[in-house]
């Protein structure tokens, strides 16, 4: 009896940051679209890949949650704020003038995609989501991510090696000065 | 499991999924477009996560490792692209930018 108590009361509180999480995550990615300011919009995406990995860690994902801050909130927010520092503010008003055609095309589409994706996840995975496999208790850590990656999947992680050098190196010819600037 | 069923992550990823898209389609400064965009992908991930946890299949979250890779090599070549757009003096607003010729 006692352990039932003490189970659902671990259930409320996962519920609990979960719900705090998910309202976070929705609320910081409706400010990332809609300030005019992409310095804070910027900053907002820090705020949802902060609660993405919260619920990471529900889903015990503690290898990748790490990942995601280190990746995201440490390398790819901090080159798009050196970005807009190094652009300038360049104020952009989203709805200036009132609604045009291509708002309200803009939100029926983004409003058809959601509804899309729903149905057809609805539809293909309704029976089967009923039930949840179990697994092993090493889901999730970085020594059970290590060998899947490594031995498992070893193409996908060269591949990625590879497309990110191609990226890198892409990078720095569209940012060199050495150019011909006749333009 | 504890806590909430898959469904309701997936449902959060669709509704962020969908706010990236609106994001992307609605706002025309290319920065803005580009982080949009990660929402997106961060919603993918989540879904992937989700569902990897729910099989208690490791494929899903290696898939999100390497969208991860993935998301920021776009960042990396999609300001390069920004950097080399603003030394040319050219608008960064996307309905502008129709031609990739300097």
Not at chain 1, 73 to 91: E, N
Not at chain 2, 56 to 77: P, R, W, Y
């Amino acid at each position: 009896m006692s352990a039932l108590v003490v189970a659902s009361a671990g259930n409320v509180l996962v519920w609990i940051v979960w719900v705090v999480a998910a309202f976070a995550c929705l609320g910081s990615g409706i400010a990332v679209v809609t300030f005019s300011n992409p310095f804070f919009s910027a900053l907002a995406l820090i705020g949802n890949l902060g609660s993405l990995a919260v619920m990471y860690l529900l889903l015990s994902a503690e290898f990748v949650a790490a990942a995601q801050v280190l990746v995201y909130a440490g390398a790819v927010v901090v080159m798009f704020l050196f970005v807009i520092a190094y652009v300038g503010p360049r104020k952009e008003t989203p709805w200036s003038g009132g609604p045009s055609w291509q708002t309200f095309c803009a939100v029926a589409a983004a409003g058809a995609l959601l509804v899309e994706i729903v149905v057809a996840v609805g539809m293909q995975a309704s029976g089967s989501l009923s039930h949840e496999s179990s697994g092993g208790t090493a889901f999730g850590t970085p020594a059970w991510i290590g060998r899947v990656f490594l031995v498992d999947h070893l193409l996908a992680f060269e591949i990625t090696s590879v497309v990110l050098l191609i990226a890198a190196v892409g990078g720095v010819i569209l940012g060199s000065h050495t150019r011909r600037a006749t333009a | 499991m504890d806590g909430p069923d898959v469904a309701w992550y997936l449902a959060v990823a669709a509704v962020l999924f969908g706010i990236g898209a609106l994001g992307v389609l609605i706002r025309r400064n290319t920065l803005v477009v580009l982080l949009s965009l990660e929402l997106m992908l961060n919603a993918g991930n989540l879904a992937l996560i989700a569902l990897s946890r729910h099989f208690h299949n490791g494929a899903g979250q290696i898939f999100a490792l390497t969208v991860m890779a993935i998301a920021a090599s776009e960042v990396c070549v999609g300001l390069g692209l920004v950097v080399a757009l603003n030394r040319r003096n050219l608008s960064l607003d996307v309905d502008t930018l129709s031609k990739l010729r300097g």
